[in-house]
């Protein structure tokens, strides 16, 4: 049975308060409205197509995914323009990634020629045109092909059979949490400076380069104003985290774990149903709502908190907000949209543990 208030939800819980929620996305996308560059929200924090329909509601070019399986989710869920920010390897999913395209526009990355002619193989097997965008590498030292190279992958891939060559992406990841604000500033423009030399690397050689991809919550406000990216990744601005807050304060965190307190040992410890298959421990411990409370530790079922003043009792419901909420998403099998302290919706995660 559906509960009707938020204090009725069934513990641990995934909660949305959907008034903070539609301001984080109209705040976003009224951000985009006169930028150069549009919005392609990233559906791995959210992994719900509900969410990703409101987004395209107000005006985001597509959405950006991180698997195959998500992008399945997306498609099934009427949604054809559809980003998979990943390389797709092992011939089952790309025999997978080719039936999809008949289906969507999905965009799939690349950093190496054999995966694209694997991929070229599947699409003229399938009878398919798959879009594909090269990763190029740009300081976060994971995947990718160095700028100067990317020319040279380019001309082998747009020469493949079934292969339609959109463009280039980057991802400064490792820039998204820089604290301090001019430093963020540099080593975005760092980064960005890198996958703009391969677009013109692309362009020098005559290949069209439509799509420049690139960009996080945490630097949408500088990679969304540079001249040259086409679109933007963002993606936790939609829900927030205690992690994300002391980077980009002007959206509000809009989603909390609920847990109920099952224990009371001492005066001080409290003892709550909600451990790590209910949070992330990432990025740190959950922050809870209260101020009155600390939280100390996260156990499989449990997590151990210190009470600062007042009194908490057993049987009574605490809220927390994830250090991420990309991953807490991940744990759980759907959202409760609440507004007001009535629960309005009940939302699957149909996304969620999609690891191909």
Known sequence: MVPRFKEEIETPALVIDLDIMERNLRR????FRNKPAKLRPHAKTHKCPIIAHKQLLLGAAGITCAKLGEAEVLVRAGIRDVLIANQVTGISKIRRLASLSRHSDVIVAVDTVENAVQISEAAREARAGVNVIIEV??????CGVP????????????????????GVMGYEGHCVFVQDPDERRRKTAEANS??????????????PCEIVSAGGTGTYDITGRCEGITEVQAGSYVFMDATYKKIVSEFECALTVLATVVSRPTKERVIIDAGLKAFSEGFGLPTPVSPNLVFEKLSEEHGKLRLLDGDVKCGEKLEFIPSHCCTACNLHDR??????????????????????
């Open 28 to 31: 976003m996308a009224e951000y």
């Open 137 to 142: 590498e740009v300081g976060m030292e994971r």
């Open 147 to 166: 700028p100067e190279k990317v020319a040279v992958l380019a001309r082998r891939v747009a020469r493949l059979n079934a292969i339609n060559f959109r």
């Open 194 to 207: 890198r996958l703009l030399a391969a677009r013109d690397e692309v362009l020098r050689a005559g290949i």
């Open 335 to 356: 959202y409760y949209g609440v507004r007001g302290g009535r629960v309005e919706a009940v939302w699957p995660i149909e996304a969620r543990g999609m690891g191909t």
